[in-house]
């Protein structure tokens, strides 16, 4: 990475593990910001605009190869700009130029070059740049002297073609809403697509001509479209694929964790690095399909995953890091991996050597990726067949293994704290919670809930995105707000935590007041947010969730249970309705999105239950028993007398509502509710109508 030896730049001033990679490059590199802007305006210069984050593989390598070289150094200085990105605190800047990159017709990805006027628009762009012609590119020092040139005898033509791409992008965003809602049939059609696409071999989606990415909110969809219509092929398929991540090369086998592809059909051999969003929604995928199944198989993964990002992810701050990389002493994978013989010292037994498929010959480069072989089988119709004592004797060889890893040299870890990455961690822990009744999970949400409200949320509902070494910074996007909107309301749900009820609803009046558009969506970036040239529109369920399907879960939830200031349902509607061209053509690309319309699709359930005098112990388990119920469509609230006739005047479904002479049961389908019960047997009949 940066070489100390050299001279730093102005980037040793920044708190980004990645742009502090760069900092002792040669290259003098700007931070994004004013100063950067009004340089290339002064001095007639365009901007090389290099965006990526610290894990990534390929940006090491641009580094390396270009970024370290005081020849190509000496030529960005003197004809160029150059300001380097995280891409992971400002996702809002990244978002813009990568549909540039996609509407000049070149595939995306990181690192993310791009080659700006001094007024932000963009001219020219790719991702990774050789330093010599190979791979059917242009070498970077090629494309610098070709973009220079273009810059001194072409001006006006760069100048207005990239005129013309901005305004491209801006009423690209902005796209007329026709106000007509999908149909129905829309959910049907996206489930056939995925039993198109499924691997019945291998498990998973063939939606990539080579790797293959963690389907995990696919699984989400699945599972709930099972429960919902008891199809079996759906939840076979989030079945099998949830056990073949597992037993791949993807999943770490020894010290647990998912990575963030497998570059195969097979789930084998992964790109190595670990990113927090990625065993996030794994998790939360893995904790409906317990409920789906009650397979304790899934519960373990979760306790597993959990217990790494404990280990290996937790600050002393309170937060939870960002990634680690799959880099480590300049190779990839090195930490991962075993030759035959280290791993026989260790575990000498065959039978575990084959559990794990260890050979001399290894599966990747002479070593051994650890994976566990299911080819031929399917787990979901044939079930998960290991006898216990054999399990235990896989939990202490894997307690073994990992003290023997620790004394390796470790990948880098960004320990940056991004919030919409450390709520959706927030939400997998409440997911688990819910499932397994382990109050371990729900105290882990609320220490890292009670440090995003306390370093990371204004008084007035205001969200930062990022935080590290003391240091809140940059306006939270539109998925930092929504998921911190979700879990508080799901504290609120699952933990009656009225404060985290009361936080969240501040933070949503922010959201309503500062990104919401005139076509349906809301904005990705905050109004106020002057830096950039265009304000984007996101539905697109890449990594994890967009802002615009989390929102629809939110509103369904709130709409539920009676949240009146707002008229949520059309606020759905016209999210549904802006995405309808994209849920109709591309579903698989908005599987969060479908699942929040599914639900929309469907009749609420609600229950409401409403206590006095009744201990802590004895609510804990009516709260266990109402989530253990498997309908996806079912909304639930638990509140002591006084706080549901506090929150009465803005929760419809607890307006008159009372504990009578201890507990009172209340069951509706949209918010028609039958004569009150004081007993669950009677009450739970009720819901199984």
Known sequence: MANLSKKPNRLVHEKSPYLLQHAHNPVDWFPWGAEAFENAQKEDKIILLSIGYSTCHWCHVMERESFEDDSTAEVLNRDFVCIKLDREERPDIDKIYMDALHAMGTQGGWPLNMFLTPTKEPILGGTYFPPENRYGKRSFKEVLRLVSDAWKNQREELITAATDLTQYLRDNETRPNEGKVPAKEIIEKNFERYVQVYDKEFFGFKTNSVNKFPPSMALSFLTEFYLLKKDPRALEMAFNTAYAMKSGGIYDQVGGGICRYAT??????????????????????????????????????????????????????????????????????????????EFNQIVPEEEIQGF?????????????????????????????????????????????????????????????????????????????????????????????????????????????????????????????????????????????????????????????????????????????????????????????????????????????????????????????????????????????????????????????????????????????????????????????????????????????????????????????????????????????Q
Not at 288 to 316: Q, S
Request: net charge negative; glycine share 6%.
């Open 264 to 341: 195969d059909h097979e789930w084998l051999v992964p790109h190595f690095e670990k990113m927090l969003y990625d065993n996030s929604l794994y998790v939360e995928a893995l904790a409906l399909l317990y409920k789906a199944t009650e397979e304790p198989f899934f519960l373990e993964v979760i306790r597993e995953i959990v217990t790494y990002i404990r280990r290996d992810m937790t600050l002393g701050s309170g937060g939870i890091a960002s990634a680690e990389d799959a880099d480590s002493e300049g190779e990839e994978g090195k930490f991962y991996i075993w030759n035959h013989s």
């Open 356 to 688: 794990w498929n260890v050979t001399e010959e290894g599966n990747f480069e002479h070593q051994n990726i650890l994976h566990v072989y299911w080819k031929g089988k399917n787990p979901f119709v044939d079930g998960i067949q290991f006898k216990p004592e054999f399990i235990n004797k896989i939990e202490k060889t894997k307690e073994k293994l990992l003290a023997h890893r620790s004394q390796r040299i470790r990948p880098l870890r960004d320990d940056k704290v991004l919030t919409s990455w450390n709520c959706l961690w927030i939400r997998a822990l409440l997911s688990a919670y819910e499932v397994s009744g382990d109050t371990e999970y729900l105290n882990d949400a609320k220490k890292i809930y009670r440090f995003i409200t306390k370093q990371l949320v204004g008084d007035d509902g205001s969200i930062l995105r990022r935080f590290r070494e003391g240091e809140a910074k940059y306006f939270g996007t539109l998925p930092d707000y929504t998921e911190f909107i979700w879990v508080s309301m799901k504290l609120f749900q699952l933990d009656e935590d009225i404060e985290a009820y009361e936080i969240g609803k501040k933070s949503l009046d922010y959201v309503f007041a500062n990104f919401e558009s005139k076509v349906g969506p809301f904005y990705e970036s905050y109004h106020g947010n002057e830096d950039l040239i265009v304000r984007t529109i996101e539905g697109y369920d890449g990594v994890e969730p967009s802002g615009n399907s989390t929102i629809l879960h939110l509103f369904y939830l709130l709409f539920s249970i009676g949240y009146k200031k707002v008229d949520l349902q059309k606020k759905a509607n016209s999210i549904f309705a802006y995405f309808l061209p994209e849920l109709t053509q591309n579903s698989l690309s908005y599987p969060s999105m479908i699942s929040a319309f599914q639900k929309f699709q469907y009749p609420s359930k609600e229950v409401l239950v409403v206590y006095k005098g009744y201990d802590a112990a004895e609510i804990k388990e009516i709260r266990k028993k109402l989530s253990e119920l498997k309908d996806p469509n079912l909304v639930w609230l638990v509140l002591e007398e006084s706080n549901a006739k506090a929150l009465a005047p803005e929760l419809e479904l607890l307006t008159g509502r009372s504990a009578g002479s201890g507990i009172l049961y209340y069951v509706c389908r949209n918010f028609s509710c039958e004569l009150p019960k004081d007993n669950w047997e009677e009450t739970l009949t009720l819901i199984q």
